[in-house]
């Protein structure tokens, strides 16, 4: 800590001007390094396959799941939700190696990337685990807590969030298992938190703005339907909901990236 005290000290910037300056960087890597760009699509289109499988295994089973009770139910869902969350980890895992590989100087293939990636399987699959019940767990107890507590439980969710942001580098450019690396990013957020709390908002509102047209598309389509004008309403929705997608791809990269990014500086790695 008190080695990277002098650090933070020499560059002159505020932790939310340095969090900032991040997210710029992240996004120049993002649409420069072209691994980068394929993993966080790849990550879209597989994601996007796998709900749509959901989405007809869960309907044709309706009158089953609706006779079943929550307590029934949760391991159902448990292992339906699994193959998404283990996907996601997985991409997100390989652009943080990508995106690490870009910040050393030595750019990687797709194929190097998802072919090392691929030999953490068993860290990824671990860490998706845990992801979805800790993520499941937070859902139910905001479902289920009325007023202020909900709050509080709010408070707790973007905590875990905090602490677990260099989880993903972690498993990608180190050796370690999930709950090594939950541990090890705790102890590392103590040295980039305000950083990190500015790189997320700033990549969320980032990501809000941009969404905006796409959702007006979305809704224009929708209304072109009702007033009568079905010649444009596919092509309008279409494009608004390609839109969504693509916005939703290039947070997802841009976070991993800043992940990184943050991970190299509170490890002394970068200034």
């Known amino acids: 800590m008190e080695a990277q005290q002098p650090a933070e000290r020499a560059d002159g910037k505020t932790r939310v001007g340095r969090g ?4 710029r960087v992240a996004w120049r890597l993002t649409w420069r390094d072209r691994t980068v760009l394929l993993l966080a699509v790849l990550g879209v289109v597989f994601g996007l396959l796998g709900a749509i499988a959901i989405f007809f295994a869960v309907a044709g089973h309706a009158p089953l799941l609706h006779r079943s009770s929550r307590t029934q139910l949760a391991p159902l869902v448990l292992v339906a939700a699994y193959p998404m969350v283990f996907l996601g980890v997985f991409f997100h895992v390989a652009i943080a190696a990508a ?3 870009r910040l050393e100087g030595r750019p990687m293939r ?11 399987g068993d860290h990824v699959a671990l860490w998706s685990i845990l992801a979805m019940i800790v993520g499941l ?7 289920s807590t009325p007023g202020a507590a909900s709050l509080l439980i709010w408070i707790i969710e973007l905590g875990w969030v905090l602490m ?20 090890r990013s705790g102890s590392l957020l103590s040295k980039a938190w305000g950083e ?3 790189g997320l908002v700033g990549i969320g509102l980032w990501q809000f703005a941009l969404s905006v047209p796409a959702l007006f598309l979305v809704v224009a389509g929708l209304g072109a339907a009702i007033v009568g004008a079905g010649g444009v309403v596919l092509p309008v929705v279409a494009a608004g909901v ?3 997608l693509a916005v939703a791809a290039l947070a997802t990269a841009m976070r991993q990236v800043f992940a990184v990014e943050l991970y190299r500086y509170a ?5």
């Open 20 to 23: 900032w300056q991040m997210t």
């Open 99 to 101: 995106a690490g590989a």
């Open 110 to 120: 797709l194929r190097d990337v998802v072919g090392r990636t691929l030999q953490q």
């Open 137 to 143: 767990a937070f859902r139910s107890l905001g479902a």
């Open 164 to 183: 677990t942001i260099f989880v993903i580098p972690l498993l990608a450019m180190e050796d370690i298992g999930p709950l090594s690396a939950v541990n």
């Open 196 to 198: 990190g709390l500015t």
């Open 242 to 244: 390609l839109a969504l």
């Open 267 to 271: 490890a002394g790695d970068a200034a």
